[in-house]
């Protein structure tokens, strides 16, 4: 996307992607450094130096202020300290999902709510039902969570997994982890000190003035964030609940139009006089015109993915395995109530849950993804890991902890497996299995604030086509004039049963010929010349003058008298103000930004993920005739 800068980069080497894929990519990343950190702890814990990894984690550290206290092994503060950071970027992603993702419609919270209240029930009372009467029924709440990098990563591994279901598993995870967070906060709180309690609040209620004082200090919010987490692990509360607090105050709001001005103006400042001070204010403006979650998530979500989760797992998936010790789990009810919760509690919790709340008889919920699919996340949900690992930690020690982790790795592995074979088999199921409950699948929450309008809007292709994709570009901008191509490469590709709807977006303190060519393109859709000009302007866009849109006016045989009549009297600038604001209302505030049926597309734009997106929302509205299609860019960027 083009945002306050000058087109001096190639745009097929620039990669604009949305917040959902950047964060799944990380995770999906961060799942392979996760896997490769869990193998080294069982390897050294079962290696010849086994006795320096318990003595390594258990070895104490901290410090004394005053009356405070804060000794802890190496271990908690992995799972305390900075666990704390990896609940702080699950409360930002449960931030964003609130205010831009699928959550911002809170109706729609219903479904996934269902889903993950119902997978986290089921495996629960599995599991209380095999430990009953034992005080190892306390270990309940190990079977509640999912772990978000494994899951996520079995998604990426798995062929035909749509968009739609990524979402679905994410909004469901995120959800998962508030529950399991309050689980840990309410249920394994032995301790609770109300002193400690209201200071912990007290931080926490400054930092809400803060924001309201429109305050984007970053160390002042870290210095209040610290002693937050100090004040709730001195509490007795799991310190990890600070961290999902902070998180969840961070907006994600889309950068706005003035915002992106401003930073575009300090910019040019900096190009103008390029001194240190000049440097910093416009560097800080251009941070301060992205939202706090954004710049938090690209600041943390890293850390959290690649550091601070395989470090917990190295400090807790450690497990001396020897033939006693898996003969004892083998009978174990902590294991096997832990094993058949995961594999089996989870996907019929979700399923269930979820089958029950669509009955007309009891909600009628609408399906997010179909039947199929849903199977597969619900199995996916069984991958532990993570949450299990912490919750185990405190519930348990000694044999009982060694029996918990042999559940959490044999159930998370079985899991994961099992979702990859129901992906892995899905496109061969008959086709009435694979799009069994799409009819009841929900309409897709729309990004579009102003849908296409055929008496008002330039459209090319179809007009019964089952995709549209509208975008919103700028004649002089190189980002715009690439997505041209793209575009027209992916309608080409499937004519029959894609549109493409073209609307106005000039940047015009970018660019100062972008309006003029704007109402140049109106001025000869008058004349019925629309879609020719509209090519003539994006083949030249790097040479774009008042004189130059003339001269490709009169290779048109355009009337000319006309033309200039109504470019130099501004009769075309209310149409394209119209688009501009449809833009606005719609959260593009930049070049090109494109939506296909309403739903923006947030991949790089090049033409397998732009066709990948295409045939998803082709899947959504005609399901028989979709899965025979001919293959496509989207068929070979799913193959990839």
Known sequence: MHDAHLDTADPRRERSAGALRRFVATENSGAVVLLLATVAALVWANSPWRAGYEALWGTEAG?????????????????????????????????????????????????????????????????????????????WGIVVGTDTAFALGVLSLSRGVSARARTFLLTLVVIDDGIALSVIAVVYTERLSLAWLAGAVAAFAVILLLRAADVRSLPWYTGLAVLMWVAVSASGLHATVAGVAAGLLATATSPGREELRRAGLWWRRFRMTPTPQMAHRASRSMAQAVSPNDRLQRMFHPWSSYVIVPLFALANAGLSV?????????????????????????????????????RPGVGGLPLTVPWSSLAGIGMVAGIGFTVSLLIAD???????????????????????????????????????????????????????????????????????????????????????????????????????RVGVVFRHLPLADIHPHAQVAAEAAEAAAVQGRFWAMHAELYRHHAELTRSRIHQIAASLDLDMEAFTTALDAGLHAGRVARDVASADASGAVGTPTVFVNGRRHRGPLEPGPLAQTVTEALLLVEPARGTSRSPSAGDRTAEA
């Open 63 to 139: 410090l004394h202020v005053g009356r405070v206290d804060l000794v802890h092994s190496l271990r908690d503060w992995v799972n305390e300290g900075l666990m704390a950071i990896f609940f702080f970027v699950a409360g930002l992603e449960i931030r964003r999902e609130f205010d831009v993702g699928d959550l911002r419609e809170r109706r729609r919270l219903a479904a996934p709510v269902i889903a993950a209240l119902g997978g986290m029930i089921v495996p629960a009372l599995i599991f209380v039902a095999l430990n009953a009467g034992t005080d190892s029924v306390r270990g």
């Open 322 to 358: 020897d033939t006693a010790t898996l003969w004892r789990a083998a009978s174990s009810p902590i294991t096997l109530g832990i094993l058949l919760g995961l594999v089996v509690g989870k996907a019929a919790g979700v399923v269930g849950s979820t089958w029950l709340a669509a």
């Open 394 to 496: 405190i519930s348990f020690d000694g044999p009982e902890l060694e029996e918990a982790k042999i559940g959490i790795l044999t159930g998370s592995t079985l899991a994961a497996l099992l979702a990859w074979l129901i992906f892995r088999l899905l496109p061969r199921m008959p086709l009435r299995v694979r799009t069994a409950g799409a009819g009841r699948v929900a309409a897709p929450l729309l990004d579009l604030a102003v849908p296409p309008d055929p008496a008002i809007d330039h459209r090319t292709g179809s007009q019964d086509a089952g995709a549209v994709i509208l975008w919103y570009g700028d004649y002089q901008c190189a980002h715009s004039a690439h997505a041209q191509a793209v575009v027209e490469q992916v309608r080409s590709e499937l004519p029959d």
